[in-house]
């Protein structure tokens, strides 16, 4: 069993900063890639930032660059986004995503998603 917890949503004006968590736990061989997707009303849902287990692939939205940073922390299985300069159009529910391998015989990582975040940015 393997769970993603999220963390660290909430409400914040334009401008602001808010920093999201996703802890992955369970039974956990390996980990491959961890990132974040978000959905806002009555839209699809987008990749905002994704990592490679070693920290150096890393591929983000444009509408993000230069503002959300993402990073890993693979001791505690743990990823991380930093969200700077914060804009209305970020309002969304933040889901983190890993890709997991829960057996050692497991050829493929299973795909698993968090329960999701709010994050609102308002004045």
């Known amino acids: 069993q393997v769970q993603l917890v999220e963390s660290g949503g909430g409400l914040v004006q334009p401008g602001g900063s808010l920093r999201l968590s996703c802890a992955a736990s369970g039974s956990i061989v390996s980990i491959s890639t961890m990132g974040w997707y978000r959905q806002a009303p009555g839209k699809q849902r987008e990749l905002v930032a994704t990592?490679?287990?070693?920290?150096?692939?890393?591929t983000a939205a444009d509408s993000v660059k230069g503002r959300f940073t993402i990073s890993r922390d693979n001791a505690k299985n743990t990823v991380y986004l930093q969200m700077n300069s914060l804009k209305p159009e970020d309002t969304a529910v933040y889901y983190c995503?890993?890709?997991?391998?829960?057996?050692?015989?497991?050829?493929?990582?299973?795909?698993?998603w968090g329960q999701g975040t709010q994050v609102t940015v308002s004045s």
């Open positions: 995503n890993a890709g997991i391998r829960s057996t050692w015989y497991q050829q493929e990582p299973a795909n698993y």
């Open positions: 990592t490679t287990s070693g920290g150096g692939g890393v």
